[in-house]
């Protein structure tokens, strides 16, 4: 086994992701506490600078082990990236990278599979979810002009202009204080009601559900995907182990092979 695969076989193996897990939670306990005023600030400090030691020593390993393979994978670029604005001085106009540094508790996703499993679902959902988006933001617009042209003389605090009844409205649909604004319109427009629940209706419970079953169904597809690479994988050992048995079976059922005799003892051939 070559030196390469000594350091690949260590960086795959399951104690050194523990050991980076670990590192990844401390660090971010860390960096909380530093958010506030103790006196044991400079110790915080300088683990911190050790646990970015161990990060970069990490990295070094895995881009060692895998070589150019190692960009080819996006989680792998990612880690890079975050570790990569820790080392940049936070001095100056780059001072905001400080507050940056909290990036390095996402690396908890690329070390933890399942978490992965759900971003990479996240990410198949979003042409789905771009779709909808569009479809809240026409109801949304239509509702806002209907909105305007109804109720602006009256309430105009909530639906004076086409930008205020945009954000009452996004309000509305979140639930946030929605019947105190529906009660006061009430006293000058008694069918005002209809307007609050047919939109509610419509964005809360049609368009807004269907983010939920958009993810939903990226994340089961996900999940298939992976058990289906999963049995395929099962399925070819199980062909290797029944090839293995049938040579060996082979093997030992063959006769044995009679000893060819020595050179000197050979009969010259014509």
Request: hydrophobic share 55%; proline share 5%; glycine share 6%.
């Amino acid at each position: 086994m070559t030196q390469r695969e000594r350091v690949k076989a260590l960086v795959e193996s399951a104690p050194f992701h523990r050991v980076v897990i670990g590192a990844i939670v401390l660090n971010a306990v860390l960096l909380g506490l530093m958010t506030s005023d103790r006196t044991d600030a400079g110790f915080i400090d300088v683990l911190n600078t050790v646990l970015l030691g161990v990060f970069v020593i990490e990295l070094a390993l895995r881009l060692y082990a895998h070589g150019w393979r190692f960009f080819r994978d996006p989680w792998n670029v990612f880690d890079l990236l975050i570790v990569g604005i820790a080392l940049v001085p936070a001095t100056g106009s780059l001072a905001i990278l400080r507050a940056l540094r909290i990036f390095r508790a996402l690396r908890l996703i690329t070390a933890v599979p399942s978490m992965r499993r759900v971003v990479r679902g996240l990410f198949t959902a979003i042409p789905g979810m771009l779709s909808i988006v569009m479809l809240l933001c026409l109801v949304l617009y239509v509702s806002a002009v209907l909105a305007t042209e109804l109720y602006g003389a009256t309430a105009p605090q909530y639906f004076g202009d086409l930008g205020t009844t945009l954000f009452t409205l996004f309000q509305v649909m979140t639930g946030e204080a929605w019947p105190d604004i529906a009660r006061e319109l009430l006293q000058h427009h008694p069918t005002a009601w209809i307007f609050f629940v047919l939109y509610i209706l419509v964005s809360t419970f049609v368009v807004l559900n269907l983010f939920t079953a958009v993810v939903v169904s990226a994340m089961e597809s996900e999940k298939q995907v992976d058990e289906s690479v999963d049995s395929l994988l099962l399925d070819e050992v199980r062909a290797l182990r029944v090839e293995i048995a049938q040579l060996r079976a082979d093997y030992d059922g063959a006769p044995p092979r009679q000893p060819r005799p020595p050179a000197a003892d050979r009969l010259p051939t014509r």
